[in-house]
């Protein structure tokens, strides 16, 4: 072989080699970034799941309040329908899927449920001020301290939610990774607003 066509199997090798080389790098980081976005995708279904739960948990200690507080004030039917209209709402909605928080419209719709149950329980709590017999009785006081626990821990699993929707998010719109996660349809997902009625935890004395 000559001189020349050495150079050129050489060359031509030398191209073979880097395009692979290019091919791998590009490989490798696709495949890297799609698995480091499902990753964050699936932390925030589980925050997610974390919120679900805990606010499961407040749902079912409604109708035990409710109850307790009837055989003191039977006459706060209003406030009684309205939780009784909001629970019946979310019952259709809760424990739904992490696929909620990127669709911003119901995730609003679902911070509204939520804040009206909220508002419901604020009232409920306000009541008991005005029924001494209703404070000491030992199973509404067991109930309150079960709620206040109930309400501690959704602020702190939206807090990590919003965390980690953060995380999700900040990494998805950032260039070269952008790219893949609109290939891929990864969304961004929505938050829980500090300043939203949804937020506000029932105001439980003791």
Do not use: C
């Amino acid at each position: 072989m000559s001189e020349a066509n050495k150079k050129s199997s050489f060359k031509i090798f030398a191209v073979i080699a880097v395009v692979v080389i290019v091919l791998g790098i590009i490989y490798k980081f696709t495949i890297g970034t799609y698995n480091t976005i499902v990753d964050l995708d699936e932390n925030v279904s589980s925050a997610w799941s974390q919120v679900e739960n805990q606010y499961q948990r407040r749902l079912d200690l409604i109708p035990n309040l409710v109850n307790s507080v009837k055989a003191y004030a039977k006459h706060e039917d209003s406030l009684f329908t309205q939780l009784a209209e909001a629970r019946s709402k979310l019952g259709g909605v809760v424990n739904i899927d992490a696929s909620i928080t990127s669709n911003p419209q119901k995730f609003a719709e679902y911070q509204k449920i939520q804040g009206e149950l909220s508002s419901g329980l604020q009232r409920l709590m306000a009541i008991s001020e005005n029924y001494p017999e209703l404070k000491a009785n030992q199973n509404f006081l067991a109930l309150q301290d079960e709620l206040a626990g109930t309400e501690n821990r959704i602020s702190t699993e939206r807090k990590r939610f919003n965390d980690s929707a953060k995380t999700y998010n900040s990494y998805i719109r950032k260039f070269p990774q952008s790219i893949i996660a609109e290939r891929k349809g990864f969304e961004k997902k929505a938050y829980f607003e500090a300043d939203s009625t949804a937020s506000k935890a029932p105001v439980v004395q003791f």
